[in-house]
């Protein structure tokens, strides 16, 4: 059974840092491009980052550029994304996602498999 757990969300003052982890059961990790999401109350599930199969190529959402870095360690099933410099703007609870499709996905529905989600609360 696959299954992707999220950890690490939490609550963090406004330019604070989190460090999101997910470990992932599926099998070969590293034929999958692996992707964060979030969603806040009351709005649709948006892309924050995605990693490609090597960790060599990684995509950001605008809203998160420069602030926040997606990679992996293949050898551990593990995607991480480090947050910085966070806002309340970026309250909401994220999961991690595994796409067996080539390329980028920024769509949620290009995604094979869910983690249940981390919330991160972000105060001013």
């Known amino acids: 059974q696959v299954q992707l757990v999220e950890s690490g969300g939490g609550l963090v003052q406004a330019g604070g840092s989190l460090r999101l982890s997910c470990a992932a059961s599926?099998?070969?990790?590293?034929?999958?491009?692996m992707g964060w999401f979030r969603q806040a109350p009351g709005k649709e599930r948006e892309f924050v980052a995605a990693?490609?199969?090597?960790?060599?190529?990684?995509y950001y959402a605008d809203s998160v550029k420069g602030r926040f870095t997606i990679s992996r360690d293949n050898a551990k099933n593990t995607v991480y994304l480090q947050m910085n410099s966070l806002k309340p703007e970026d309250t909401a609870v994220y999961y991690c996602?595994?796409?067996?499709?080539?390329?980028?996905?920024?769509?949620?529905?290009?995604?094979?498999?869910w983690g249940q989600g981390t919330q991160v609360t972000v105060s001013s």
């Open positions: 599926i099998r070969p990790f590293s034929s999958y491009f």
């Open positions: 996602a595994a796409s067996s499709l080539g390329g980028v996905q920024v769509d949620p529905r290009q995604y094979n498999y």
């Open positions: 990693v490609s199969w090597s960790g060599g190529r990684t």
